[in-house]
């Protein structure tokens, strides 16, 4: 035949036997998808455990960024308290008394900002529907 196979039409032995060649070659692609069924299982395994760690990994992020916010809100009450006490203490000439007073007030709002931002206490009311 012209497509390369090989049938002899009077050999009956053919007919009820495959060839070696074609049992190997069946053997062999069996062997094939058993692998491929083993490594299919391992990347699926694989990619479970990448994405609990992902996952992981993300909670990580955020609470190390919510811990960086927290902080920077108290530390921006302070800062800011200190600065305008600086300023009052510098223009009216009444050194240290106003650096000390707007210190604490800074850090008074400082805290009172950082409760909200971690939800303790509810914010401003007037924003809710």
Known sequence: MTDGTRHDRGDEKNSEHPPADE?????????LDQRLAAA?????NQSARQGSE???ASSRASAMA?????SSELV???VVGAVIGWGFD???STSPWGFIVFLLLGFAAGV???MRAAGVTPGDTSDRS
């Not at 049992?23 to 062997?31: V, W």
């Not at 299919?40 to 699926?44: D, L, Q, V």
């Not at 919510?66 to 927290?70: K, N």
């Open 40 to 44: 299919r299982r391992e990347r699926e």
């Open 112 to 114: 009172v900002n950082l």
């Open 76 to 78: 921006a009450g302070v």
């Open 23 to 31: 049992a190997a070659l069946s053997a062999r692609l069996t062997h």
């Open 90 to 92: 510098r223009l009216l």
């Open 54 to 56: 992902g996952e992981s």
């Open 66 to 70: 919510r811990g960086f916010r927290l």
